[in-house]
């Protein structure tokens, strides 16, 4: 529908209407109504009241995927196809707005900010409640390494969700296929668990957003090396050879190369020992522990993030300037 060049402009828009306006209040957003919807539709297929077999839950599961990122396709493409019949800015600002809500760059850094005050004062009870808004592991038992630790892999895994996939999309399809993906990510985040409940109907959508991230996961760990060499005391050599030492331990395909590039970057260790529903997990380490972690380490992977949304938003703008 778009020209490259509208497509271009209107993305750089978005990233900067994040940076500026980060998770609105209201409207409600995009993603809330999309995790309200995978509730329900959820409860339609799986009713407390019946027993499902394995086969019968992946197919639901499947029903559930499939249903959620079409809707969510569908229904951008109806609102931006009619703000454009209305008037063409109408529909460039319409599409600006939604792929902004898509990303979360100022979202992460607010989420994980609230995690290192209270760390950086001494007040890990606080920090305690704050990190578990971000995570799904047991906060309860956590000390102050394991919350920072927490807080640095969320962001940095983040890092690819919650912005170089979402704008890789959006430069592929626009607005509709941006949020696709994003329902495709927040499906992952409340069914694709490998856990009792969801080991078979959440098994569709763990495996789309593994096939969505796929290859921004690695675009990200040359960003992040990129960034890496923008900030002080950071290494980018550490944090490509990380990538390439590191990554193929973490169980997700995709995963270990923000985190593996960001502990190599910043010469910590991350990965280790985590709770998960009341279950031990025991991660593979990532990153040589060349310095103990501390929650400073927080600050400098958000600088990371932020960096690295620089770095795409300018390369959005000089390929926008070279072929409008």
Not at 8 to 24: E, N, S
Not at 99 to 115: F, P
């Amino acid at each position: 529908m778009y020209s490259l060049n509208e497509i271009l402009l209107i993305t750089a828009c978005a990233i900067v209407i994040d940076w500026v306006v980060g998770d609105p209040k209201w409207p409600t957003h995009p993603v809330i109504w999309i995790g309200r919807f995978i509730s329900a539709f959820e409860r339609k297929l799986r009713p407390e009241s019946v027993t499902l077999t394995a086969g019968q839950l992946k197919r639901r599961g499947v029903l559930l995927t499939l249903g959620t990122v079409l809707l969510a396709y569908v229904i951008l493409q109806a609102l931006v196809l009619l703000a454009d019949w209305i008037h063409p800015v109408a529909g460039y600002i319409v599409s600006a707005w939604f792929i902004s809500t898509t990303i979360a760059v100022k979202g992460l850094k607010d989420a994980a900010m609230l995690v290192y005050r209270p760390l950086a004062a001494g007040d890990l009870a606080q920090a305690r409640v704050y990190i578990g808004y971000i995570v799904s592991r047991d906060t309860s038992v956590m000390e102050e390494h394991d919350t920072a630790r927490a807080a640095i892999e969320t962001v940095a895994e983040n890092t690819v969700d919650a912005f170089v996939s979402p704008i890789f999309f959006a430069l592929l399809g626009g607005a509709p296929l941006a949020m696709l993906y994003r329902a495709a990510n927040t499906l992952d985040s409340m069914v694709g668990y490998r856990n009792e409940r969801y080991l078979h109907f959440g098994w569709a959508s763990a495996r789309l957003d593994d096939v969505l991230n796929y290859v921004p996961a690695r675009i990200s760990g040359f960003l992040l090396t990129m960034a890496s060499a923008m900030l002080p005391g950071l290494s980018p050599s550490r944090a490509m050879k990380a990538v390439f030492v590191f990554a193929k331990r973490h169980p997700s395909p995709n995963s270990g190369i923000p985190e593996s590039a960001a502990a190599g970057a910043m010469g910590i260790e991350l990965g280790g020992r985590n709770i998960y529903f009341g279950r031990v997990s025991e991660r593979a380490r990532l990153g040589w522990p060349l310095r103990p972690l501390t929650p400073q380490h927080i600050v400098q992977t958000v600088q990371l993030l932020y960096v690295t949304s620089i770095l795409v938003f300018a390369g959005v703008l000089a390929v926008w300037l070279f072929v409008r």
